[in-house]
């Protein structure tokens, strides 16, 4: 499996903008879709973006469409998710995923980071 580590949460106002960072680490980073979820208080952990190995493709949550954009970097091990138009909703621990290309299941989880969003 391949160790996350997630960063670049906090509280930012209704409108605002934040990226979060998900570095990499075990194993070839390349060899693996990434995605974020997130999970609000008392809600399920929901898919909200993923990437495909190369970053030739990419995959949205509706409620984030247009407003969220996922990116990966495979020299720095990174994946990304820049978000904009940020809404009370979108508050949540942000987790980031990683899937073997060969398989269906996210198998490795980071430790999740907090986004708050004020009215």
């Known amino acids: 499996q391949v160790q996350l580590v997630e960063s670049g949460g906090g509280l930012v106002q209704a409108g605002g903008s934040l990226r979060l960072s998900c570095a990499a680490s075990g194993r070839t980073f390349n060899g693996y879709r990434m995605a974020w979820f997130r999970q609000a208080p008392g809600k399920e952990r929901v898919f909200v973006a993923s990437?495909?190995?190369?970053?030739?493709?990419?995959n949205y949550a509706d409620s984030v469409k247009g407003r969220f954009t996922i990116s990966r970097d495979n020299a720095k091990n990174t994946v990304y998710l820049q978000m904009n138009s940020l809404k009370p909703e979108d508050t949540a621990v942000y987790y980031c995923?990683?899937?073997?290309?060969?398989?269906?299941?996210?198998?490795?989880w980071g430790q999740g980071t907090q986004v708050t969003v004020s009215s």
């Open positions: 995923a990683a899937r073997p290309v060969t398989t269906t299941t996210y198998e490795s």
């Open positions: 990437i495909t190995w190369n970053g030739g493709s990419t």
